[in-house]
């Protein structure tokens, strides 16, 4: 992957923005229903923390937040969330000010979601009968893997379908000409060696313990974090679980190899910057860290049925996952070969799915800053 090393994902990786056909906005449904069962866990942990502390302003942060419906409406049940608590415990001071910071990589379409800024403004508004609370919304773009903000500016940090991105394809999967040891897929699968496995786990750490230090240092001592995520089940890699969906997709890429429409070293070469962890991994690097006491750890099943509906389970997994890997895809395999791939790759997932249930696990963590 010459060329990711080279130019850096905070310049090619994006989601697909805008509101068209394509776009990450149209194509999120599955990490909205996803979010929405972790819903409660968020909510509550926004609560406890208000009422242990009660600031005047309080700093929100959605870290990894693409743009879209998905990006407001968390916010929105947020500040709702607070106002209950307040409304039932220390009603006689002011309501909270609210300042939200919407972080993400800086590709990102944040254009749009400013152009949603003042419907929301006045919703919030009609839903409380013209009293809504102060809500300051900004942007800061740039890698969570590094700081973003001042020192103690944060309450609350909330991140949801974002860390199981790393910073970067792990250097240690080329070898010493550049080339990717893992040839003929795209993510840790049953044929990559384990130096490919050890290599992901290797970055996996580097760049988590790296996110916990520098949110250490933004939020205010006994501030919250949610973070929900892609993760598995137990130790191996090789599961119908997320790596799954990567396998189908490299064996979708394969199948272009044969008729000519792509070739086999431009497979071998591609690889992802992902990582789905264990709990258990998660949990030795926050022990390892040492910032933060884990509160909460859960794992997710999303029920498949939460595809949509009038197009099958399939073409929803398939258009979300090219909302999501357009932009490193086409850079790497040309635009022309995306149409067919994602239309071999839904029917693939469909096939898979009616032989045996894939199962995609969600984590949800709940830190809390000492
Ligand atoms: N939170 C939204 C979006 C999830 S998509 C939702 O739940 O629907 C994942 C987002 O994480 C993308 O917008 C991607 O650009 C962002 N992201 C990935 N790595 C990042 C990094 N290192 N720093 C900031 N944002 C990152």
């Known amino acids: 992957m010459e060329n990711n090393k080279k130019k850096g994902l905070e310049i090619e990786f994006h989601m697909t923005g805008g509101t068209g056909k394509t776009s990450y906005a149209k194509n999120s449904s599955l990490q909205k229903k996803a979010s929405d069962e972790a819903k409660h866990i968020t909510l509550e942990t926004v609560q406890e923390l208000y009422k242990a502390t009660s600031p005047k302003s309080l700093g929100l942060a959605d870290l990894g937040c693409s743009s879209g419906p998905n990006t407001l409406s968390t916010i929105r049940d947020i500040i709702e969330a607070v106002e209950a608590v307040h409304r039932d415990t220390t009603s006689s001071q002011p309501s909270p000010e609210f300042c939200v910071f919407l972080n993400d990589l800086p590709r990102n379409d944040f254009n749009s979601i400013f152009k949603a800024l003042p419907e929301f403004h006045r919703e919030l508004k009609r839903d409380r009968n013209g009293g809504s609370p102060p809500v300051f919304i900004a942007a800061y773009p740039g890698s969570f893997y590094g700081r973003l903000f001042p020192d103690n500016t944060l309450h609350f940090v909330y991140s949801s379908y974002s860390l199981h991105w790393l910073s970067k394809v792990p250097p240690a999967i080329y070898d010493e000409q550049g080339k990717s040891m893992n040839k003929g897929c795209i993510y840790i699968c049953s044929s990559s060696p384990e130096v490919v496995s050890k290599a992901y786990y290797d970055q996996f750490k580097e760049d988590f313990s790296l996110f916990l230090q520098c949110r250490s240092k933004e939020l205010v001592s006994g501030g919250r974090m ?35 429409e792509t070739e086999e070293e431009k497979l071998d070469s591609y690889d992802v910057h992902f990582y789905a962890p264990t709990a258990a991994e998660i949990e030795g690097e926050v022990i390892k860290e040492g910032s933060f006491e884990l509160d909460r750890l859960e794992m997710l099943e ?3 049925q939460t595809g949509d509906n009038a197009i099958g389970y399939g073409k929803t997994v398939a258009k979300t996952v090219r909302a999501i890997q357009e932009s490193m895809l086409s850079q790497h395999f040309g635009e022309e070969i995306l149409d067919k791939l994602f239309e071999s790759y839904g029917r693939l997932v469909d096939e898979e799915v009616a032989k045996e249930d ?13």
């Open 358 to 370: 894939i199962r995609p696990i969600t984590l949800v963590v709940v830190l809390r800053k000492l």
């Open 226 to 260: 949610v973070l929900i995520l892609l993760g598995r089940e137990g130790p191996g890699h090789i599961d119908r679980g997320n790596s799954f969906f990567w396998e189908l997709l490299s064996r979708t890429v394969a199948d272009l190899v044969a008729p000519g």
């Open 302 to 304: 999303v029920d498949r």
